[in-house]
């Protein structure tokens, strides 16, 4: 099975343990203007490294973000830990009602699969995506700058982070507290590494950097030069279980050709019906009743719509499907929706409410909202190792980039 090891990594040594306003989201969430917010927090903020600007001098911005780290690590921006640790992580938070939850899971180097090998499952099916970003920053920076997301189908492992000696917090802008801390004990860094090697691991959020970490350790091993750390991927690690998770869905944004009435499109396989004003309270009470009838939310300028799936439509459309797979609203809008709407494009967001003032706001013409997936069901996939389709699960939330980084030198 995989091996999970502790490394030295880099972080930074600020006066205070408070990291607010050197963190960022991951970069793939961060849009422009939280990208100039975080920029303006403090000159060492993570999102130059992570979203590097343009050069105005010569030079590409990923050449710019590996001076940028040179030069923070050369200042005592940031600096190595003595030795090599494993890094507990907890982020504790309000659920979506109103329950204070938490996630803990760790941090280590996850060694990065052969060919062949399944210790490490894709949790979904991916998106085609350009990788080339992250791969040119990759080769530039030659660090992993936030962890991939895994979870662990053994038992355990919460347990062994109990004593984590705390490092650094933070409370993000969602009111989410972050806390990095070290797991030092040799005797639990090895029983750490046990239990995640024990079982399979289910990627759960990074499919795309873990992708591009395979192609680039591939890409040394054709020139001749070994991996070394290269053959590893910074990875937050958190049971499976449901007290740890907390899985949001994600919702479709969509551009269909003018004149195409989205509703008319669907009603040979849908039951639509008209669920009111498009309101914060509306976008509420629909996500309530398609929770209860297993339907889609319809979001268009005419206002809210429940969409029922017809019960022999959905059956013969996702009988070759594994159980909890087609039981996730994203595998109906695949086998349903999509086909009824050739040419539009797709965009995916995971706050319900933002995507219906979208529409609103005329910025797309339509979505689509699901409802999220069980933790139970997410196991049940992963067991039997089968895929969720595209873009189903959102864990939430993620966390900071900027707690630790990791070299690969």
Not at 188 to 216: K, M, Q, S
Request: charged share 25%.
């Amino acid at each position: 099975m995989a091996d999970f090891s502790p490394f030295a990594g880099v972080r930074y040594r600020s006066a205070s343990t408070d990291l607010a306003a050197l963190v960022a989201p991951p970069y793939d969430v961060i849009d422009d203007e939280q990208r100039a917010a975080l920029e303006a927090a403090d000159e060492h903020n993570a999102v130059r490294l992570i979203l590097p600007r343009d050069a105005s001098v010569e030079g590409d911005r990923y050449a710019r973000a590996a001076q940028t780290f040179a030069e923070w690590r050369a200042s005592g921006v940031l600096a190595p830990d003595p030795a090599p640790r494993l890094y507990a992580y907890r982020m504790e938070f309000t659920g979506p009602h109103g329950d204070r939850r938490h996630t803990r899971g760790v941090i280590g180097a996850l060694s990065l699969p052969e060919p062949g090998d399944d210790d490490v499952l894709p949790h979904e099916r991916t998106l085609p995506k350009a990788k080339s970003d992250r791969l040119a920053l990759l080769r530039a920076m030659r660090v992993n700058v936030d962890p991939i997301w895994g979870l662990t189908l053994g038992s355990g492992l919460t347990a062994l982070l109990e004593h984590a000696a705390p490092l650094a917090a933070c409370v993000d802008p969602e009111g989410v507290r972050h806390e990095i801390a070290a797991v030092d004990d040799p005797e639990t860094i090895a029983a750490i590494g046990r239990v995640v090697g024990a079982a399979p691991l289910v990627l759960a959020d990074g499919h795309h950097r873990f992708e591009t970490a395979l192609n680039y350790r591939d890409e040394l091993r054709s020139a001749g030069v070994a991996p070394g750390g290269a053959a590893a991927i910074m990875t937050f690690v958190v049971e499976l279980a449901d007290d740890e998770l907390c899985i949001e869905p994600i919702h479709r944004l969509v551009e269909a050709p003018s004149g195409i009435d989205v509703r008319a499109r669907l009603a040979d396989a849908f039951d639509v019906r008209d669920a009111g004003a498009n309101t914060p309270d509306g976008v509420d009470a629909l996500q309530a009743a398609m929770r209860a009838e297993h339907a889609l939310g319809l979001v268009d300028l005419r206002g809210l719509a429940l969409a029922v799936p017809h019960a022999d439509a959905r059956a013969a459309a996702l009988a070759r499907e594994h159980p909890a797979v087609a039981a996730t609203d994203t595998a109906v809008i695949e086998a349903l929706v999509v086909p009824r709407l050739p040419n539009a494009t797709w965009q995916y967001r995971h706050d319900a409410r933002d995507v219906a003032a979208l529409v609103d706001k005329r910025v797309a013409g339509a979505a689509i909202l699901c409802s999220p997936v069980s933790v139970a069901a997410t196991r049940a996939a992963a067991v039997d190792r089968v895929r969720m389709p595209q873009k189903t699960t959102f864990f939430w939330p993620k966390p900071r980039t900027g707690m630790v980084f990791r070299t690969l030198d």
